[in-house]
């Protein structure tokens, strides 16, 4: 059974500092990894998609890393903006799609 | 382009009441799932599809059912409800980049309360 874990749990940062989350899985043999955007009382929002083929994906201030081998996946957000204030979730797919419990982050003006 | 549309967004129950939840969606998906959220768990995996008329159990599936009549549907039914079942329910989509290889679509989520 795939287990996703994601640490920190909460962050607090100043305004224009970088960000860094972080996603483990135990299972290495997924397909993908998504990461994905939440706000209070809202859906999912995809942020972006790490093939396993692939080592890296960016999107403007966002870069996500993916080691496999490691089990590990990182989400970095550049010069963070209160507008980055939200969850994060992470997701191992193994054909099904196995969730963290997500980090909130708070990005303080 | 309306993506996944769940219906409806809010509902209260009473405990043994039975109601149907609906997925929608317009992007001719091959796979859908039913998730629900609660605090402090991540979202797991209650049933999921991966074609019309098939359907599998996720990791929490007792107390509900599910159906996937038509490609673009699927339902989530609670027999019975309990108040164990308070929980926001978020449907996605995602389609078959290669088998097994999907991007997932998440709709706005239900909101259940079961008093």
């Known amino acids: 059974k795939q287990e996703v874990t994601q640490i920190p749990a909460a962050l607090s940062v100043p305004e224009g500092e970088n960000l860094v989350l972080n996603c483990s899985f135990t299972?290495?043999?997924?397909?993908?990894l998504q990461w994905f955007r939440q706000d209070p009382g809202k859906g999912l929002t995809s942020l972006l998609l790490?093939?396993?083929?692939?080592r890296e994906q960016t999107s403007g201030r966002l870069n996500a890393s993916l080691d496999k081998s490691s089990g590990r996946s990182t989400l970095y957000i550049a010069a963070s903006q209160p507008g980055d204030s939200a969850t994060y979730l992470c997701?191992?797919?193994?054909?099904?799609?196995?969730f963290g419990a997500g980090t909130t982050v708070t990005v303080r003006a | 382009n309306a993506g996944v549309t769940q219906t409806p967004k809010f509902r209260v129950l009473k405990t043994g009441q039975s109601m149907t939840l609906l997925c929608a969606q317009d992007?001719?998906?091959?796979?859908m799932y039913w998730y629900r959220q609660d605090p402090g768990m991540g979202l797991r995996l209650i049933h999921y599809?991966?074609?019309?008329?098939?359907?599998a159990k996720g990791e929490v599936p007792d107390g509900y059912n599910v159906s996937r009549l038509k490609k673009q549907n699927f339902l989530l039914g609670l027999e019975s409800a309990a108040p164990s079942q308070t929980s926001v329910y978020f449907c996605a989509s995602s389609y078959k980049l290669e088998a097994g290889n999907t991007e997932a679509f998440f709709g706005q989520g239900t909101r259940l309360t079961v008093v």
């Open positions: 997701a191992a797919n193994d054909y099904k799609l196995s």
């Open positions: 299972d290495s043999a997924i397909y993908n």
């Open positions: 992007m001719n998906h091959e796979y």
């Open positions: 599809s991966v074609g019309e008329g098939t359907t």
């Open positions: 790490i093939q396993s083929s692939q």
